[in-house]
């Protein structure tokens, strides 16, 4: 059973840093954390069962999915940097 989720392990890998880097957003703009955190687990458990229940349809595409879920990643980890950097610079003038 296990075998048929291996060329999505990149993914889930990927997925797991998504979510660090949301939630690290979520923290820079002053979200609540406890409605952060309860958000970011309904949305692991939305993706948990689209994963489950996609997976024998979309895993001839998981090459394609890969990359573009790391692209997306990637660009999403430098908008939080980007904007952790001009949240700090801002911090530092007293705005």
């Given at each position: 059973?296990?075998?048929e989720?291996?060329?999505?392990i990149?993914l889930?890998?990927?997925?797991n840093i998504e979510?660090?880097?949301l939630a ?7 979200v609540?954390p406890?409605?952060?955190g309860?958000?970011s687990?309904?949305a692991?458990i939305?993706?948990?069962v689209i994963?489950t ?9 998981a090459?394609?999915?890969t ?9 999403l980890?430098i908008q939080?940097?980007y904007?952790a950097?001009k ?5 530092k003038?007293g705005?």
């Open positions: 059973m296990l075998e989720y291996l060329p999505f990149g889930i890998i990927f997925g979510n660090l880097i690290s957003q979520g923290v820079v703009q002053g609540n406890k409605i952060l309860g958000l687990i309904i692991v939305i993706w948990l994963g229940v996609a997976t024998e349809i979309a895993i001839q595409y090459n394609y999915i990359f573009i879920g790391g692209l997306a990643i990637f660009i980890g939080a940097v904007e950097i949240h700090i610079k801002a911090t003038r705005e």
